[in-house]
């Protein structure tokens, strides 16, 4: 079994396929813009959606800045379980 079939590796995937820091930061910067994108969606502030994704607000902030954040697939994930839930209440 390689590293790549390995289902826990799935998470970390991206980051082991990078070959640059300037990669990683791109990458990231794409998360920010979902973020930013789902926050002007829901009308919410950086406090209220560090709260509603259970992370701190100072991460928050990083991922915003384009810092490295390892857990890329599981945010994209929870906001989308959190659009999905907010849907369903409207």
Do not use: K
Not at 27 to 40: F, G, P, Y
Not at 42 to 56: D, M, S
Request: charged share 30%; with cysteine; proline share 3%.
């Amino acid at each position: 079994m390689s590293l790549h079939d390995c289902a826990v590796c799935a998470y970390t995937l991206p980051y082991a396929t990078l070959e640059s820091r300037q990669d990683r930061r791109a990458m990231n910067m794409d998360l920010s813009e979902i973020v930013r994108a789902w926050r002007q969606r829901q009308g919410i502030t950086v406090n209220e959606a560090a709260r509603r994704l259970g992370i701190p607000v100072r991460t928050l902030d990083g991922i915003a800045q384009g810092r490295p954040f390892r857990y890329e697939r599981m945010m994209r994930l929870a906001i989308e379980r959190l659009e999905a839930r907010d849907g369903d209440a409207s």
